[in-house]
């Protein structure tokens, strides 16, 4: 059973056509939600970490929010670079040693 | 700028070679992990080290050991390599303060071809 659901697996944009990503979790005693960015062959580059319901946070286009249940990343006006798959992951309360949950990723295309 | 270095990005391997994955990170942390990337299954978390000399399972351990001999190197070791081992990579480390988990850095990852 899946803690950490991503939605949708794939979503194609128009450049400057904005729209949100979606990370669910199923499990309680969240302590952290962490979102990374991950080009095509590379390793996962780290993006935002969110604590507690109702937190947000900016960089550039990108906005990470969070509630009890879920956190979107939205993405305002996108550009081809930000063509990239966007992973969430989940530490959890009672976790062994600082090991992150992750989803499988969102894979986001934007064309010019 | 801090760094977790993988020793090769790609590496081709014949089935039932030793393999050894070589991480190293400069940022001091205290935790260091192993994971593998495949299509459609996402990050699974192979094994995972809090401490020099000390190791704990991930997800997927059949067919891999560990070895942290100092606290900056970890390394992954494919004890006899099969087909069904070629995948990414992907070493992370982080930092342990409290109950705080900072989140990880991750390296540029090796792509193991096993044939």
């Known amino acids: 059973e899946d803690q950490v659901t991503q939605s949708p697996e794939a979503l194609r944009l128009q450049e400057g056509e904005s729209s949100s990503l979606n990370c669910s979790y199923t499990?309680?005693?969240?302590?952290?939600l962490f979102w990374y960015r991950q080009d095509p062959g590379k390793g996962p580059e780290f993006l935002f970490t969110?604590?507690?319901a109702g937190e947000e946070k900016e960089k550039e286009r990108l906005k990470a929010t969070l509630t009890k249940k879920e956190s979107f990343l939205h993405i305002t006006a996108p550009k081809p670079e930000d063509s990239a798959t966007y992973l969430c992951?989940?530490?959890?309360?009672?976790?062994?040693?600082?090991?992150?949950?992750f989803g499988k990723g969102t894979l986001l295309t934007v064309n010019p | 700028d801090v760094k977790v270095t993988q020793s090769s990005r790609y590496l081709v391997k014949r089935t039932g070679e030793k393999v050894f994955l070589e991480c190293v990170q400069d940022?001091?942390?205290?935790?260091m992990f192993w994971y593998r990337q495949d299509p459609g299954l996402g990050l699974r978390l192979i094994y995972f080290?809090?401490?020099?000399?000390?190791?704990e399972k991930g997800d997927i351990p059949e067919g891999y050991s560990v070895s942290r001999e100092k606290k900056e190197r970890f390394s992954l070791i494919l004890e006899s390599a099969s087909t069904n081992q070629t995948s990414m990579y992907l070493c992370?480390?982080?930092?342990?303060?409290?109950?705080?988990?900072?989140?990880?850095?991750f390296g540029s990852g090796t792509r193991l071809t096993v044939v």
């Open positions: 969110l604590y507690s």
């Open positions: 940022m001091d942390h205290e935790n």
């Open positions: 080290s809090y401490d020099v000399k000390m190791k």
């Open positions: 992370a480390s982080s930092f342990r303060s409290g109950n705080i988990n900072y989140g990880y850095t």
């Open positions: 992951a989940v530490y959890l309360s009672g976790g062994s040693n600082y090991k992150l949950t």
């Open positions: 499990v309680s005693g969240l302590r952290g």
